[in-house]
């Protein structure tokens, strides 16, 4: 597996990790050093695979991904591997001249795999890049069809992929372990309002600071970190209601699922800037729905599909503060109970899921 974060909090990655090592899979994870500030207090160990950890000097641009998907190759090839996972297209490459390498070498290829956590050209942080965009899209377009495998997150991921390159992508979506998260003790705090994930362009994190003047009587915690973290931070400072809003950086797991399970409700809002945060369903999805916490979610297809199928939250009426308090409002209003999340936690089951990750490899492999 390769992945271009520094593994801390990529809960997908660790999914597959370990349900490929339950499925009898030797797993190992290249993925870069946490940077300067970067690493967690309290960072639990993997266990059920290896991480491999490399240097990595520059934190953006060309240079990165070159230095990156460089030190990607040389660890792919001394591990000698019988799959090859690539996590995202910024790491496709060097999975990629990795596959070549051992096939030329060693007289065997491979199994080149690609999962697209998100439509990497699509990220709102690429916009107004043309020319960037053009040179991931290429990238994709060349590479693509040469996978063996590809997996995605969402249905509308895998259409857009289909019909852009002609290539199948099967879906496993972000979504823990239902009965093992939602097993815990709910500690739920009257009015918490949770927001979890990147503090990043597009996220809607400034709606949320915004829309507490609304909200009197309620708490929103904003757990992560992110490039506009700072940012963030500033504009809840000048609010006069900055002292019901609390941040706490970038957390590990462990404690954002007992986070999760104080809260009243679950904010869950994307700007539609860009087809990457349109057909998006974020691991928080899951999370509030295992943990019985019902949602706020933008009405974009994916996550707003989840909340008016199953019932567990409020679709935004538009983009925005005032329409994001006002949803908040109409969930804080009602009653709600552990039946009314028995139907999505049934459907939305990682154990369902991972079935469709393992089988396909044992498959191939077999193959």
Known sequence: MAVSNDMATD????????????????????????????ALAGE??????????????????????????????????EAEPDVVWANDTDT???????????RREYGRRPLLVMDAHELFPE?????????????????????MPKCDVRFTVSQGIADYY?????????????????????????????????????????????????AMQWLEGCELVI?????????????????????????TGRISPEALAELTRQA?????????????????????????????????VSDLPEMAAVVRRYGVGEVMAEPGARALAEAVKWVLAREWSEADFAQARREMDWE???????????TRLAG
Not at 123 to 143: A, D, F, I, Q, S
Not at 265 to 294: K, Q, T, W
């Open 162 to 210: 289909g019909k852009r390159y002609g290539v199948e992508m099967k879906v496993v979506r972000n979504v823990p372990p239902m009965a093992a998260v939602g097993s815990g003790m709910r500690t739920e705090k009257k009015n918490m309002l949770l927001y979890q994930g990147c503090i990043n362009r597009g996220r809607g994190v400034d709606w949320a600071i915004e």
């Open 44 to 77: 639990t160990g993997c266990g059920a695979y290896e991480v491999r950890r490399v240097g990595v000097r520059h934190r953006r641009g060309w240079r990165f991904y070159a230095e990156l998907n460089r030190a990607i190759v040389w660890a792919i090839v």
């Open 264 to 296: 009243a409700v679950g904010l869950v809002m994307l700007e539609d800037r860009g087809l990457s945060y349109h057909y998006a369903l974020p691991n928080r999805v899951g999370d509030f729905v295992a943990a019985g916490v019902p949602m706020v």
């Open 123 to 143: 990220v709102p942080e690429l916009e107004g890049r043309g020319l960037v965009k053009r040179v991931w899209r290429g990238l994709e377009r060349w590479l």
């Open 92 to 102: 496709l490459l060097g999975c990629h001249w990795a596959v070549e390498r051992i």
């Open 223 to 247: 757990a992560g970190g992110g490039d506009l973290e700072t940012e963030m931070r500033a504009l809840a400072e000048s609010r006069p209601w900055r002292e019901r809003i609390r941040f």
């Open 11 to 38: 809960r997908r990655v660790d999914r597959h990790c370990r349900a490929l090592a339950e499925a009898g899979c030797e797993v190992v994870v290249v993925c870069r050093q946490a940077w300067e500030g970067e």
């Open 352 to 362: 369902q899921e991972k079935l469709i990750l393992t089988e396909t490899i044992k």
